[in-house]
């Protein structure tokens, strides 16, 4: 079975597809055990890993780095790589040869954000084998031309288009969509509109499944939380907790102890 049937099988079977975000060996490697369908190694990770304001700073080699060395902690689990800002824009040659790029990185399949300028893109890869997911309503790589991070849909014009645009990704052969921060009935009317999976980051629970960012739901991401992040975890009072009793432990000189210390050799002592 494809993986275009197989995705499109879980949405007639009303089973939730679960993604969750990954960038590293050691958090792939914990993922790779647990219950999630599919990692993606977003160009998110510009911002919640590299510390920049936006994503627009992250490049392709940046996103097959992170790739490979998710790839070696989860084996296997369904990876999809983001094409980041302007790779997939500057002319149809230089966007195929990024798009090796990150399938020899590892990626199982790529994630494209908009459809307007996109079409020979994705109609190409589908030709070619290769599984796309179209990423519509928040685009964050284009953040400058929709007046920031904000929810999209709010309008009649633009649940349409957005619905419009879902459509059209079908027809050019995507495997998914990845739909973001949209009112929840927009984000039914999507799922209602095609047959393909509809994955929501922030499109309310009716879609066919859902996506999270791990440091956002881990509770590491301290400095910025949307509206659709629910935390399951309080990770950074863990980590800061665990990190001064080390420091405590190390200043009463309770670390390390004789059990985490190296024994003399034979005849030293």
Same mark, same amino acid.
């Given at each position: 079975?494809?993986?275009?049937?197989? #995705?499109?099988?879980?949405? %007639?079977?009303?089973?939730?597809?679960?993604?969750?975000?990954?960038?590293?060996?050691?958090?792939?490697?914990?993922?790779?055990?647990?219950?999630?369908?599919?990692?993606?190694?977003?160009?998110?990770?510009?911002?919640?890993?590299?510390?920049?304001? $936006?994503?627009?700073? +992250?490049?392709?080699?940046?996103?097959?780095?992170?790739?490979? !060395?998710?790839?070696?902690?989860?084996?296997?689990?369904?990876?999809?790589?983001?094409?980041?800002?302007?790779?997939?824009?500057?002319?149809?040659?230089?966007?195929?040869?990024?798009?090796?790029?990150?399938?020899? %990185?590892? !990626?199982?399949?790529?994630?494209?954000?908009?459809?307007?300028?996109?079409?020979?893109?994705?109609?190409?890869?589908?030709?070619?084998?290769?599984?796309?997911?179209?990423?519509?309503?928040?685009?964050?790589?284009?953040? $400058?031309?929709?007046?920031?991070?904000? !929810?999209?849909?709010?309008?009649?014009?633009?649940?349409?288009?957005?619905?419009?645009?879902?459509?059209?990704?079908?027809?050019?052969? +995507?495997?998914?969509?990845?739909?973001?921060?949209?009112?929840?009935?927009?984000?039914?009317?999507?799922?209602?509109?095609?047959?393909?999976?509809?994955?929501?980051?922030?499109?309310?629970?009716?879609?066919?499944?859902?996506?999270?960012?791990?440091?956002?739901?881990?509770? #590491?991401?301290?400095?910025?939380?949307?509206? #659709?992040?629910?935390?399951?975890?309080?990770?950074?009072?863990?980590?800061?907790?665990?990190?001064?009793? #080390?420091?405590?432990?190390?200043?009463?000189?309770?670390?390390?102890?004789? !059990?985490?210390?190296?024994?003399?050799?034979?005849?030293?002592?």
């Amino acid at each position: 079975m494809s993986v275009l049937e197989t #995705f499109k099988q879980l949405k %007639a079977e009303g089973k939730k597809i679960v993604v969750v975000t990954s960038y590293e060996y050691w958090s792939a490697k914990i993922l790779n055990d647990t219950d999630v369908d599919g990692i993606l190694i977003g160009d998110d990770l510009s911002m919640v890993i590299h510390g920049n304001e $936006n994503t627009m700073n +992250c490049d392709v080699e940046t996103i097959a780095m992170h790739t490979r !060395a998710v790839k070696k902690g989860a084996k296997d689990k369904f990876l999809i790589a983001a094409m980041p800002f302007m790779s997939n824009r500057k002319g149809f040659k230089e966007a195929m040869d990024n798009v090796e790029i990150l399938m020899k %990185a590892g !990626a199982n399949a790529l994630k494209i954000e908009g459809v307007d300028g996109n079409e020979e893109l994705y109609a190409h890869l589908t030709q070619s084998g290769i599984p796309t997911i179209g990423h519509i309503g928040l685009t964050p790589t284009h953040h $400058n031309a929709i007046g920031g991070f904000k !929810a999209q849909g709010k309008t009649k014009e633009s649940e349409q288009k957005i619905i419009a645009e879902a459509k059209q990704l079908e027809k050019l052969g +995507c495997i998914s969509i990845v739909l973001e921060a949209v009112p929840q009935h927009v984000g039914a009317a999507v799922r209602d509109a095609v047959s393909i999976p509809v994955v929501g980051v922030g499109a309310g629970v009716d879609v066919d499944g859902q996506a999270l960012v791990l440091p956002d739901m881990l509770g #590491f991401s301290t400095d910025f939380k949307p509206k #659709f992040v629910r935390t399951y975890l309080d990770g950074a009072s863990l980590i800061k907790n665990a990190v001064n009793q #080390f420091a405590a432990d190390v200043h009463a000189e309770t670390f390390p102890a004789a !059990a985490e210390t190296y024994a003399p050799g034979k005849g030293q002592l």
